[in-house]
């Protein structure tokens, strides 16, 4: 296993931020790691690279214990903090070789990890000077120096614009093809464009792993927005079989949730002939990881 987390609890005080926390992770694998802000999430990522120590449990990397190994498992690990610690004033050649040099690594590692990176255009320039996605760029050619096993991203794609945050995707994409990588994000659609495993997380306990295609294909719901050609009174939902909720979302368009696998555009077209109503357009919204996340972290 590339990594592997058996029972593994950390506090802060009287706050329990991690609680019998257990899973392994395949060599090869991208596993989305999801959860609110304060599930756990960076608390677990900081003790699978020896930031921190945990409170109870073991946990290793590539067959490294994490407390026992330190060093080897540092080595083995490609790591992007959620803010990305940089030195804005040295050049983005300067800040590689100065890791370069700390992780002994040939200097010709460097201008690899600057192609593979997408950061040519724009490593001649110091960092300060350089985009929040350039910025991630660098962060990530510096995980990637020492040609890691284990890539560990929290949140790799905070504060980044639509392009940026596409770009920052592939890029990701194109060197997981060969490592294992453990990713925190709160972008569902970067877990469903990247990962192919869900690990959510909820108040310090896993409350869901699972391959992400299995995941969704478990929603017993669907979501049909459909516009009318005039007001209707919400009440006469409730005629309506299997209707979990309807929420008017803006005019006359509808969006109607349903408890039930089965389409329901044909029952919606019938429920407004029935009531004098015409349906302009009715849509079948796709399930998605959003739906499943809002159902295992909602309060209870």
Excluded at 164 to 189: A, D, P, Y
Aim: hydrophobic share 35%.
């Amino acid at each position: 296993m590339s990594i592997e987390v058996q029972n593994i609890s950390k506090s802060y005080g009287a706050q329990k931020a991690l609680d019998n926390v257990s899973f392994s992770v395949k060599k090869g694998e991208i596993v989305g790691f999801l959860g609110p802000n304060g599930a756990g999430k960076s608390t677990l990522m900081k003790i699978l690279t020896t930031y921190i120590n945990a409170d109870e449990g073991k946990a290793s990397v590539n067959g490294n214990d994490v407390n026992d190994n330190q060093k080897a498992v540092q080595l083995s690990v490609g790591y992007l903090a959620e803010h990305n610690p940089l030195y804005l004033d040295l050049y983005v050649r300067e800040y590689l070789e100065f890791n370069a040099d700390v992780y002994k690594v040939a200097k010709s590692r460097i201008e690899e990890v600057i192609a593979l990176t997408g950061l040519t255009p724009e490593s001649h320039k110091k960092i300060g000077q350089l985009s929040k996605g350039y910025r991630q760029r660098v962060g990530l050619a510096t995980a990637l120096l020492h040609n890691p096993d284990v890539l560990i991203l929290d949140e790799p794609t905070t504060g980044l614009d639509p392009n940026q945050l596409v770009e920052i995707r592939n890029v990701i994409k194109n060197v997981g093809k060969n490592k294992t990588v453990f990713l925190s994000t709160h972008i569902m659609q970067e877990v469903e464009a990247i990962c192919d495993r869900v690990i959510i997380i909820n108040n310090g306990k896993i409350v869901t792993d699972k391959k992400l295609d299995k995941l969704v294909s478990e929603i017993q719901e669907q979501v049909i927005e459909v516009e009318f050609d005039k007001q209707i009174d919400a009440a006469l939902f409730a005629k309506l079989a299997d209707i979990k909720s309807y929420t008017n979302t803006h005019n006359n368009v509808w969006e109607l949730t349903f408890e039930t696998e089965n389409d329901c555009r044909s029952s919606v077209f019938d429920f407004a002939q029935d009531n004098g109503l015409k349906a302009l357009q009715i849509s079948l919204k796709s399930k998605n990881l959003e739906t499943i996340f809002r159902e295992k972290t909602s309060k209870k």
